[in-house]
């Protein structure tokens, strides 16, 4: 399996969510039972998600890490479920034993938000798998603390430019292919809102490079402010209510030429890189 296995040709890859966990942000608890998760994998492929994104381990701001093995015994059956019925899955983890047994199970790509950082053998076992992984930056000091705000030495692009290729280096030293790795500029960890919106800003600087680019805007706080910071004080906003706008986020992005989005409304984000896509060959039609 190769990054190019996983490339949908001529437009954006959707990457569809499911968080078997007790507490993400925006869906915790909803997929946590076997059967659930699958359905909702399911769901998400039938409205156009071309890969499912496997966590089971919540990084929102505020979790406490769960037990490696439960952990483990969350995802690896949902990958082996949807391995087996020709979906491929990568998985969200930031433990190498956790990435191993995925890997094991038939997950087609490691998605690793601390970049690898977090466990000290997690780059031997993607080099081990050869599989595609996605190295995320999340600049803290301490994995689990997403809202702990960091500060970005020189500003945030640059920042995370410096990071994703220190991270790029120390996955080739470890014997990760060149070939296999994916980069993300880890959107709404430890960054202030306008460190979210320069870093979108700035996508063509970031996608300026050989690697692919993730973009995981879906349901940030960052996105449900769009819609909070107009309506009265006291309006309610649920993390779904960010969906129009990460739908809109997709489509810019997908425009930009970034490789893929990782979404929870898969439906709504598949409109938007197929616009993209039937914007840029002017729907096949040529006039
Ligand atoms: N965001 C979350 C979890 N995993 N992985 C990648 N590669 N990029 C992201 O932006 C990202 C991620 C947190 O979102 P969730 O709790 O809503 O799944």
């Given at each position: 399996?190769?990054?190019?296995d996983?490339?949908?040709?001529?437009?954006?890859?959707?990457?569809?969510?499911?968080?078997?966990?007790?507490?993400?942000?925006?869906?915790?608890?909803r997929?946590?039972?076997?059967?659930?998760?699958?359905a909702?994998?399911?769901?998400?492929?039938?409205?156009?998600?071309?890969m499912?994104?496997?966590?089971?381990?919540?990084?929102?701001?505020?979790?406490?890490?769960?037990?490696?093995?439960v952990?483990?015994?969350?995802?690896?059956?949902?990958?082996?479920?949807?391995?087996?019925?020709?979906?491929?899955?990568?998985?969200?983890?930031?433990?190498?034993?956790?990435?191993?047994?995925?890997?094991?199970?038939?997950?087609a790509?490691?998605?690793?938000?601390?970049?690898?950082?977090?466990?000290?053998d997690?780059?031997?076992?993607?080099?081990?798998?050869?599989l595609?992984?996605?190295?995320?930056?999340?600049?803290?000091?301490?994995?689990g603390?997403?809202?702990?705000?960091?500060?970005?030495?020189?500003?945030?692009?640059?920042?995370?430019?410096?990071?994703?290729?220190?991270?790029?280096?120390?996955?080739?030293?470890?014997?990760?292919?060149?070939?296999?790795?994916?980069?993300?500029?880890?959107?709404?960890?430890?960054?202030?809102?306008?460190?979210?919106?320069?870093?979108?800003?700035?996508?063509?600087?970031?996608?300026?490079?050989?690697?692919?680019?993730l973009?995981?805007?879906?349901?940030?706080?960052?996105?449900?402010?769009?819609?909070?910071?107009?309506?009265?004080?006291?309006?309610?906003?649920?993390?779904?209510?960010?969906?129009?706008?990460?739908?809109?986020?997709?489509?810019?992005?997908?425009?930009?030429?970034?490789?893929g989005?990782?979404?929870?409304?898969?439906?709504?984000?598949?409109?938007?890189?197929?616009?993209?896509?039937?914007?840029?060959?002017?729907g096949?039609?040529?006039?």
């Amino acid at each position: 399996m190769r990054v190019s296995d996983l490339t949908v040709p001529d437009r954006c890859l959707v990457m569809g969510i499911v968080n078997v966990t007790e507490d993400s942000f925006s869906d915790g608890g909803r997929w946590l039972d076997f059967d659930a998760a699958i359905a909702h994998a399911h769901e998400l492929v039938a409205a156009g998600a071309d890969m499912i994104d496997v966590g089971g381990e919540s990084t929102r701001p505020g979790a406490t890490r769960v037990d490696p093995d439960v952990e483990r015994d969350r995802v690896t059956p949902v990958i082996r479920a949807l391995a087996d019925a020709g979906i491929p899955t990568s998985v969200d983890t930031m433990r190498a034993s956790v990435a191993a047994a995925a890997a094991e199970a038939g997950v087609a790509m490691i998605n690793d938000v601390s970049g690898g950082l977090a466990d000290p053998d997690m780059f031997a076992v993607m080099a081990d798998a050869d599989l595609p992984v996605c190295l995320m930056h999340w600049k803290t000091v301490r994995f689990g603390d997403a809202a702990g705000r960091a500060e970005h030495d020189g500003g945030v692009v640059a920042d995370v430019r410096d990071t994703l290729t220190d991270l790029v280096d120390r996955a080739l030293a470890a014997g990760v292919d060149r070939g296999n790795i994916v980069l993300d500029p880890g959107l709404g960890f430890a960054k202030s809102r306008a460190d979210n919106w320069s870093l979108l800003h700035a996508l063509p600087a970031l996608l300026d490079n050989e690697f692919p680019l993730l973009v995981g805007a879906s349901r940030k706080r960052f996105l449900g402010a769009v819609r909070r910071d107009r309506l009265p004080a006291d309006t309610t906003v649920v993390p779904t209510d960010a969906d129009p706008a990460t739908a809109a986020v997709t489509a810019i992005s997908a425009q930009m030429g970034a490789w893929g989005v990782r979404v929870h409304d898969v439906a709504v984000s598949r409109d938007a890189v197929d616009v993209a896509a039937l914007w840029n060959t002017a729907g096949g039609y040529r006039g």
